[in-house]
């Protein structure tokens, strides 16, 4: 275990990283570039979960995921349960995970992040709405693409301010 | 922690119990739509500080003969609306031109093209309330589900769970207008195979269901399919209102439901 004088800077990286989430998710783009926008929630639940998983672990992935439903205006319950489940797969592989390649991982990111907005759909499908294949499967591809760049900018973060 | 979501989703979706949270999640919510809209505000603050001359120059001519073309309606509207009130007078019904309005301003879109909700920076402090109807220059936009300290959320006319009452304006038929989720189109449900409705005819609210005041324009019929092999014709309208577009909205008050 490491120091716990470690954890509140820790914690208030996590924090800024799930602010500057939200703010994506959120961001005002074209509805037709809509379906572009990265998972960047999810993303970061993935990245953290795996390089620290005596920290965090379904009770945070649970909370922000409710807050991400109160901000995007979901129904409450759909980010939650999605991270929930993603953060539960994260916790029981990572060991086998770190080990693979940058694009390996990706392809792995690509099925979790589908697999999360399969799980919004359907919560979203209780309140009638209904998603699109391509709204589905684009922000996966996108994000997945975006996960060398995310685990490239988050390790050398997490190295020169030392979060573990 | 996933049974706990899902007893969230059904409570959130198949009962009111979550109500008043849901209207200080409006503020929250809000409050990170204007952040991210900070970008285009200054934006738009460095477009009107850094324009040219010329531009100005410009742009003030076009707008004064805007004025001009307005002004002159505004003469027709004035008498046009004394012998409206003349006539109802002459039928003894209630009045109805004339509401109060609360000019708002959008600051945030729903991220999920599926959702048709903005969000305005008007709020409970400036009397907003749930029902209220929105509107832009040129047509009904939607009306408010949540209300907020600072901030309201409204659900448009297109979202797939809203649907309005109509009538056409030409004739007076009453109908109902619902969204299917796509911007641009509205669709006019159980319309029969005989029914006097042509491309081009003004849909306007009717004012049935008291949600909607009367007589704000909704959409214009772009689509008449008459398929004899099924019971109802198929009716696709265009909404008037610009919802992908306007800025500035109207809060319309009329009289809140329940208060009359």
């Known amino acids: 275990m490491p120091a716990a004088s470690r954890l509140w800077p820790y914690l208030t990286a996590v924090l800024i990283s799930f602010v500057i989430a939200m703010l994506v998710a959120v961001w005002p783009l074209p509805a037709k570039f809509a379906v572009f926008r990265p998972e960047l929630a999810c993303l970061l639940v993935i990245y953290w979960v795996m390089s620290s998983p005596h920290r965090m672990g379904m009770r945070y992935a649970w909370l922000i995921g409710l807050s991400q439903d109160l901000i995007e205006g979901y129904v409450w319950g759909a980010h939650a349960m999605s991270l929930t489940i993603i953060a539960y797969i994260c916790l029981v592989s990572y060991q086998r995970i770190r080990s693979y390649s940058i694009w390996h991982q990706a392809i792995w990111v690509f099925v979790l992040v589908g697999l999360h907005q399969v799980v919004c759909n359907w919560v979203q499908g209780l309140a009638g709405y209904t998603m699109s294949l391509v709204s589905l499967l684009v922000p996966a591809v996108i994000s997945a693409l975006l996960w060398p760049l995310l685990t490239l900018i988050l390790w050398r973060l997490r190295r020169a301010y030392l979060l573990i | ?260």
Do not use: C
């Open chain 2, 1 to 260: 922690m996933a049974t706990i979501s899902l007893i969230v989703a059904f409570i959130y979706v198949y009962s009111d119990w979550f109500d008043p949270v849901k209207d200080i999640a409006t503020d929250i919510s809000a409050s990170f739509h204007w952040v991210s809209g900070l970008p285009g505000k200054a934006e738009d603050w460095a477009d009107q500080r850094f324009m040219s001359r010329a531009r100005l120059k410009q742009e003030n001519d076009a707008l004064r003969s805007e004025l001009l073309v307005l002004k002159r309606k505004a003469q027709q509207m004035a008498s046009l609306s004394a012998e409206n009130v003349h006539l109802r007078q002459l039928l003894n019904s209630a009045h109805t031109l004339a509401d109060k309005v609360l000019i708002a301003e959008l600051i945030g879109v729903a991220p999920d093209p599926n959702i048709h909700k903005v969000i305005v920076n008007k709020g409970e402090f400036d009397g907003v309330y749930a029902g209220q109807a929105l509107v832009d220059a040129s047509g009904l936009m939607g009306q408010v589900v949540r209300v907020g300290k600072l901030s309201s959320e409204v659900l448009l006319l297109t979202d797939i769970t809203h649907a309005l009452p109509v009538q056409i304006n030409r004739n007076g038929v009453r109908l109902i207008a619902e969204g299917v989720g796509s911007l641009y189109e509205l669709v006019v449900r159980h319309v029969s195979n005989t029914e006097d409705i042509r491309e081009g005819d003004l849909l306007v609210s009717s004012g049935l269901g008291r949600r909607f005041p009367a007589g704000y324009p909704v959409a214009e019929v772009v689509e008449v399919k008459v398929n004899p092999g099924k019971s109802f014709a198929r009716v696709i309208a265009r909404p008037k209102a610009q919802l992908n577009r306007s800025r500035h909205v109207l809060l319309v008050f009329d009289t809140p439901p329940g208060k009359e």
